[in-house]
Every structure is written in structure tokens, then in C-alpha cells.
């Protein structure tokens, strides 16, 4: 299987700044699009941004101009560089990919969660 693993959340104050990444690894994989969502307290999970694998993003409305996502396949990594960040920015972000991996000589699809982090946005 795939295990993503996001980092880079904390405590900000508003407008402040904020860099998540998300790093996969494990077995052979063939990532396609990527995405970043959020869920705060007593809300569904929503979706923040996603980008494909040749690196278009598209964004949520309350997002644009403040959040940039991007991707480096190289190294099997996504970003979310989050600026002018407000109280409603506060959620367990979470990052998210779609695709397929390699097990027994076969493959299989892929939709694989990151464990979230968390981004507090208070002064």
C-alpha cells in the first residue's frame, strides 16, 4: 500500500503563514491527482484544493489568492503554502491521492489518507 504522511501545521495568528506538505511512500505507486481537504470542528470534511499530475491545480472559492498547492513527483511530495490565514482557516487538514499501486505482480487503485495535522489560526 501507499501511506501519506502530512506535516507543517501549528499554531498562526491571522494573516500569518503556514507550509503543509504531504509525502508518500511505501510500495510501487503511480500517483494521478492529488488533494488537499480540511475538517473543523462539528463541519464535514471539505475540499481545499487539488492538483493534477501534471501540476494544474484548482482551488475552493474561500481559498483563492490566499493558498497555493503544488507538487514535486519527484520526490513524491505536496505542498499547500497557505498565507493571509483567518480564524476559519482553523481544521485538521488533510492531503489525499488518487491512482494505483503495485502488490503481487498485480495493480490495484489507489486512494490513499494522510493521518491529518492540525492548523490553529488564533491570536
Known amino acids: 500500500q501507499v501511506q501519506l504522511v502530512e506535516s507543517g501545521g501549528g499554531l498562526v495568528q491571522p494573516g500569518g503563514s503556514l507550509r503543509l506538505s504531504c509525502a508518500a511512500s511505501?510500495?510501487?505507486?503511480?500517483?494521478?491527482?492529488m488533494a488537499w481537504y480540511r475538517q473543523a470542528p462539528g463541519k464535514q470534511r471539505e475540499l481545499v484544493a487539488t492538483?493534477?499530475?501534471?501540476?494544474?491545480?484548482n482551488y475552493a472559492e474561500s481559498v483563492k489568492g490566499r493558498f497555493t498547492i503544488s507538487r514535486d513527483n519527484a520526490n513524491n511530495t505536496m505542498y499547500l503554502q497557505m498565507n493571509s490565514l483567518e480564524p476559519e482557516d482553523t481544521a485538521v487538514y488533510y492531503c489525499?491521492?488518487?491512482?494505483?499501486?503495485?502488490?503481487?505482480?498485480?495493480?490495484?487503485?489507489?486512494?490513499?489518507w494522510g493521518q491529518g495535522t492540525q492548523v490553529t489560526v488564533s491570536s
Open positions: 489525499n491521492a488518487n491512482g494505483r499501486y503495485r502488490s503481487g505482480g498485480r495493480w490495484y487503485p489507489l486512494d490513499s
Open positions: 511505501g510500495s510501487i505507486f503511480s500517483i494521478n491527482a
Open positions: 492538483i493534477t499530475s501534471d501540476g494544474r491545480p
